[in-house]
């Protein structure tokens, strides 16, 4: 007789998350998909003039392939880049260069979206939402 106490440990992981994951990286298009769910890469801070600017990191890209598309009536700013394949394999490019489109919504409705500035320089596109002047905080004097 054995002195040695047999403790039997249940799997942390089952045998079914191993098969999601072996499956998961079997599935390609679900896996670029949820690669490539954030791209292009964005930020959008305010300024220290209280507007708001959205800015895209965008190597590769040409300041003709991109379109800013601003409709003031609905509130939203666009921006997009169409890229065909045929391009890509006639340069044999390597840069990984997708179309893309994001459309973002001013809830608030405290943006001059007509008063909007663009500009494109070193892959980096920077656009400039101002504030309108009546959503400017006022400071008014204590009596």
Known sequence: ?????????????????FDDIFDSMLDFPALVNRTTQGYPVADIYNNEDGGTVLEFALAGFSKNDLNVEIKPDKNTISVSAQHSDEEAESSRRRIARRSFQKTYVNYD?????????AEFENGLLQITLPSRPETKALSIKIK
């Open 1 to 17: 007789m054995s002195n040695a106490l047999s403790i039997h440990r249940t799997g942390l992981l089952g045998r079914s998350v």
């Open 109 to 117: 409705n405290n943006l001059d979206l007509s008063s909007a500035t």
